[in-house]
């Protein structure tokens, strides 16, 4: 992980860089607290922007890389 790119209310957004290769992306980093039960509509809300993401493919909308659940928090890798 790299410099903080954007923060919002629910994540932070960082830059980061492929070690194999040196391509840029950006991480949307989701905190355990946002994924805790009580929580459950932010959950959805996240499950519904990663199937939306997945199932775009256009050069005007930004590329999912992949999608990782880890140490209680959720990643996002997009293109930057």
């Known amino acids: 992980?790299?410099?903080?790119?954007?923060?919002?209310?629910?994540a932070t957004v960082y830059r980061c860089r492929r070690k194999s290769g040196?391509?840029?992306?950006?991480?949307?980093?989701?905190?355990?607290?946002q994924l805790r039960p009580e929580y459950q509509n932010l959950a959805a809300?996240?499950?519904?922007?990663?199937?939306?993401?997945?199932?775009?493919v256009h050069p005007n909308i930004i590329?999912?890389?992949?999608?990782?659940?880890?140490?209680g928090k959720l990643y996002l890798v997009m293109e930057h």
């Open 1 to 10: 992980m790299g410099s903080v790119i954007g923060k919002g209310s629910t």
């Open 63 to 71: 590329r999912l890389e992949d999608a990782l659940l880890s140490e």
């Open 22 to 33: 040196g391509e840029t992306f950006a991480t949307k980093v989701i905190g355990e607290e």
């Open 45 to 56: 809300q996240f499950e519904s922007e990663i199937q939306a993401l997945r199932s775009c």
